[in-house]
């Protein structure tokens, strides 16, 4: 058995040499290296990581296989290898989808392909003020609750499956819609810039595995519609009455009322940036500006 094994490594290493590297081959190993970096990252907030896992297995056992001539083993592998991959793209058919979907979200994608002119939908104090209240003084009474604030990426997809409201933000009404036994109580409410615009909306569940068992549907909504867009999502625990945040498919629990302002500023600042640089390249872009020479009028 030794023998086959050394005779199998000796057989892949006599031809083995050092090729010529040119800078575009260091180019295109960095480039194949991020894509496989985030490719994994992406792999792991998914159910694809336990797949991979199971087909690192498989390869293990086909490389023995080979290793040791095994010529039954190594025929059924090579008639199945098409049908495998057929059958990888049925199986991870929604994380595909959801692939696709988050890298044309990508902001830098969409900073060179502008569809529109841009949302510019900010949070003022008032509404981020209004909105830690409500949460915490539903955390108080443990009414559960589901807030989505849009950010650059649009939600209008979502806000479709609900009613449109269209008010200002105000605690009052954020507690009213939550209260038990209320038609809106049921579902999501999605908030762009200083209004209220749809109640009772749908969101995807996140199928991320290494979420806690002990999380019901709301947190898994929350964290779903985080993945798939760049959204900032309140959690309210109708269980425990903690706030939580979830954002970029992140979960942070427990948060104080001072945590929850500085994350909502956080990103609210975050945007303006963002924005700033948006702006600046647009107009850059946009004009060829000269200096006018004179005396002026």
Known sequence: MLDQLFSFVQRYLTGFHIPT?????????????VVV???LLWMRRTKA???LKGLLVILAF???AAMFNMTTI????EKSLLVAATALVVILQPELRRALE???NKSFFSNIITLDNGRGTGYSDHTIDEIVRASFAMGRVKTGALMVLEREQTLSEYEKTGISVDAVVSNQLIINIFEHNTPLHDGAVIFRGDRLVSA???LPLSDNPSLSK????????????????????IIVSEESGKVSVAVGGELFSGLSQEGLREKLELVREKDREEGRKSFKARMKGGHDDKKVSGTPD
Request: aromatic residues 12%; contains cysteine.
């Open 21 to 33: 590297i040119h800078s575009t081959d260091v180019v295109e190993m960095l480039m194949i290296s």
């Open 62 to 64: 086909f490389l023995i």
């Open 49 to 51: 990581w336990s797949l």
């Open 74 to 77: 190594l025929f059924i592998a």
């Open 200 to 202: 009772t909306c749908y």
């Open 37 to 39: 970096y985030y490719m």
């Open 214 to 233: 002990a999380l019901g549907t709301r947190h898994r909504a929350g964290v779903g519609i985080s993945e798939m867009t760049d959204a900032l999502v």
């Open 102 to 104: 988050q890298l044309g």
